[in-house]
């Protein structure tokens, strides 16, 4: 396993190279996407005037949706790692504020303490996820709670490796895949892991659950492969080939994800979640605040 410094090093190239494909399919992502963070959404019940941190808010969708929650008397901050994704953020959502920054190397993060914090789909992409789960139970106020959904194994979520194998050959080299431990998509399929992680990291009432939900796509084989491979480990890969090389790449994930398709009807994206949920505790100490 590569150490802690090169992980996060190329977790940061990571996502500035996958940014370009993220902020294109930002919309999709949005709505079709909605259900990878739905379940925590509906746990965290952000309430009227509350202040909610968003933990790798990619292009803001989540961040807007919690901003509409907490209404003009709350906050939703969203912070993220890829300066693009956060400056596409800032110009879809001119109202909310947004930090550019690796979650695992701040003391708190900028606007802290929070009441709460969401995740969707990122804390199993940390390289230190010890670091990055404590620098958000750091942020909150103290019974500040937590709620985030993270993938569970590849068996349950088949399309992701569909649409990377399908697309693989006609591409040059892609990110090398996670070794053990390292981050990348099923890093927490052990949830034991998953609990290990948050109580290292000082988070007490730590639930995890399984929570099956269903992504539906339109039926539109070409856009379906291309979002799936640009918003997966082949994306910069993708936006990097020649269009002469994109074609067979989206049609050889098409193929491989043709057995979630019902024609004339769309995509049926079966995803299987872990719903991660957390307090920091009524007797949590925030940075700078004396024990005694
Ligand atoms: C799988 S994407 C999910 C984005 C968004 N939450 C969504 O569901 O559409 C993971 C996000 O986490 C961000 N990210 C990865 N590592 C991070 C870190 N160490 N600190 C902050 N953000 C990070 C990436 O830039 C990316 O936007």
């Known amino acids: 396993m590569a150490d802690t410094a090169a992980l996060r090093s190329r977790n940061a190239a990571f996502w500035a190279g996958a940014a370009a494909g993220w902020i294109r399919h930002a919309e999709r992502q949005d709505e079709t996407g909605r259900p990878l ?5 509906d746990r965290l019940a952000a309430r009227p005037a509350e202040r909610i941190l968003d933990v790798g808010c990619g292009c803001g969708g989540t961040t807007a949706e919690l ?4 209404g003009e008397t ?21 109202d909310i504020r947004f930090h550019v920054a690796d979650i695992e190397t701040l003391d708190v993060v900028p606007g802290a303490p929070f009441d709460a ?37 590849g068996g349950v ?9 399908g697309a693989a050959p006609h591409l040059g080299p892609l990110p090398p ?30 639930t995890i659950t399984p929570y099956d939900v269903e992504l539906d796509a339109p039926d539109d084989a070409d856009a ?23 074609a067979p790449a989206r049609a050889g994930a098409a193929r491989l994800l043709g057995r979630f398709r019902e024609p004339g009807v769309g995509y049926r994206l079966p995803t299987g979640l872990w719903l991660v949920t957390a307090t920091t505790g009524a007797d949590h100490q925030q940075p700078g605040q004396d024990k005694n």
């Open 37 to 41: 963070g739905a379940a925590a959404m």
């Open 177 to 206: 895949l996670p070794v053990g431990d390292e981050p990348g998509p099923f890093s927490f399929a052990d949830p034991a892991r998953l609990v290990r992680v948050l109580t290292r990291a000082g988070w007490t009432a730590v």
């Open 67 to 70: 901003a509409r929650a907490v």
């Open 224 to 246: 379906v492969a291309e979002w799936l491979i640009e918003v997966g480990p082949a994306g910069a890969a993708y936006r990097a080939a020649p269009l002469a090389g994109q």
């Open 117 to 153: 914090a969401f995740s969707r789909m990122t804390l199993m992409l940390l390289a230190d996820p010890v670091a990055g789960c404590a620098t958000i139970r750091r942020s909150l106020r103290p019974g500040g709670r937590l709620a985030a959904t993270v993938f569970r194994d």
């Open 157 to 165: 979520n088949p399309w992701l490796s569909a649409a990377m194998l």
């Open 74 to 94: 709350g906050a939703a901050v969203g912070v993220d790692i890829a300066e693009a994704m956060v400056t596409a953020a800032r110009q879809r959502f001119p």
